[in-house]
């Protein structure tokens, strides 16, 4: 969730608003602090160099997590394959 947030803020303000947005409803949904910190640390330690998140080092991290190549899904041939769908 945090880095779909950082893909789709573009500023550092809208960022933190997003990530606090984040941590509410995951303290909501019963996860420890402790943990949800931890996460957020170990996100941010994989695509910064500096402990300090300034406006420039977000716009840093942001561009090198938009141009992080992702892997490509395989197109699903829909004549090809059967879906299954059941109905409970």
Known sequence: ????????????DSFIREREKIRIALLLNKHPNKLIDQQFQAL????????????????????????SSEPIKDRVDYAATLFVHFVY
Do not use: F, P, W
Request: charged fraction near 25%; include cysteine.
């Open 1 to 12: 969730m945090l880095l779909r947030a950082i893909r789709h803020c573009s500023t550092l």
């Open 44 to 67: 941010l330690q994989k695509y910064a160099k500096t402990h300090e998140m300034t406006g420039k080092s977000y716009d840093t991290i942001r561009k090198t997590i938009l141009v």
